[in-house]
């Protein structure tokens, strides 16, 4: 196992890429912090972790409220003593409100850079100390393919995904002397358990055709990259972007 007596946090894992990060992280040996807003959700990840025999605890966090944050890292602390990655990925996706960028409004404007980049930093604040404490420790941020592509209605989306390639650079610089890895994942179009109305078939096929490889993406194909980043087979590796994308944007 890749990463027997890890502690790992997800964010967001109550469902879709999330909760497939978490269950293979605890696959593969790992004690997992299963975070959500929607608490429920988290305890049923949680509770298929345990079922198979793996460890996990789900904390109820908004993730852009600092106390919230700071508890919820020492939640995870106290039940398994230590954080040995952080994985960033909840985001307003599924639930993202689209449209013109002339009809976006400030509250909606600052609900996802709230969620995306402030709850991005607090976790992440929440979190460096345990691992300097450790020695060593792993954040991987995620974003997005489309920064690459461009999207129309999406620019709020976009501007918070572009924020979380910078704030991986400069962390990785300056954690770097701490033996802290930073780096960004970044998903091309992944089929989740969570129904998507804005991706038709006939969008799907889009995709595909512009894809190297001529398939729909899978939250397999993102998890094995995320265990990939949080082992230590990744140890010589930081302030980098993983494009796993079917090969839909080659940079
Ligand atoms: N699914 C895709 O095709 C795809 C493609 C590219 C990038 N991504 C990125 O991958 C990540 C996961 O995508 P997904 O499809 O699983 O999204 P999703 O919308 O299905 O899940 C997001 C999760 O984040 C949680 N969340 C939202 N706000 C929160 C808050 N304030 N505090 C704590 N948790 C909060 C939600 O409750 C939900 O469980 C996102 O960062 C998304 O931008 C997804």
């Known amino acids: 196992m890749k990463l027997a ?47 198979t025999g793996g460890r996990a605890i789900a904390v109820r966090c908004d993730i852009t409220r600092e106390e919230e944050t700071l508890r919820m890292a020492q939640a995870v602390l106290a039940e398994f003593g230590r954080i040995d990655v952080l994985i960033n990925n909840a985001a307003l996706f599924s639930t993202l409100q689209i449209g013109p960028f002339m009809e976006l409004k400030l ?11 402030n709850g991005m930093f607090l976790c992440t604040q929440a979190v460096i100390p345990i691992m300097e404490k450790q020695g060593g420790g792993k954040i991987i941020n995620i974003t997005s393919g489309t920064i690459f592509t461009g999207k129309v209605g999406y620019v709020h989306y976009l501007t918070s995904k572009a924020g979380v390639v910078g704030f991986t650079r400069a962390l990785a610089k300056e954690l770097g002397p701490s033996n802290i890895t930073v780096n960004t994942l970044s998903p091309g179009a992944v089929v989740t358990e969570v129904q998507r109305e804005t991706v038709s078939e006939e969008r799907w096929q889009f995709i595909i055709k512009s894809q190297a490889l001529r398939r729909k993406g899978t939250t397999d194909d993102l998890a094995k990259v995320a265990v990939f980043l949080a082992s230590p087979e990744s140890d010589w590796i930081t302030g980098q972007m993983i494009n796993v994308d079917g090969g839909m944007s080659l940079y």
């Open 5 to 51: 007596g890890k502690v790992a946090v997800v964010t967001g894992s109550g469902q879709g890429l999330g909760r497939a990060y978490a269950l293979y992280l605890a696959k593969e040996g790992a004690s997992v912090g299963i975070v959500d807003l929607n608490g429920e959700k988290a305890e049923q990840v949680a509770g298929e972790i345990r079922a």
């Open 107 to 117: 509250p909606e404007w600052n609900a996802v850079l709230a969620v995306q980049l």
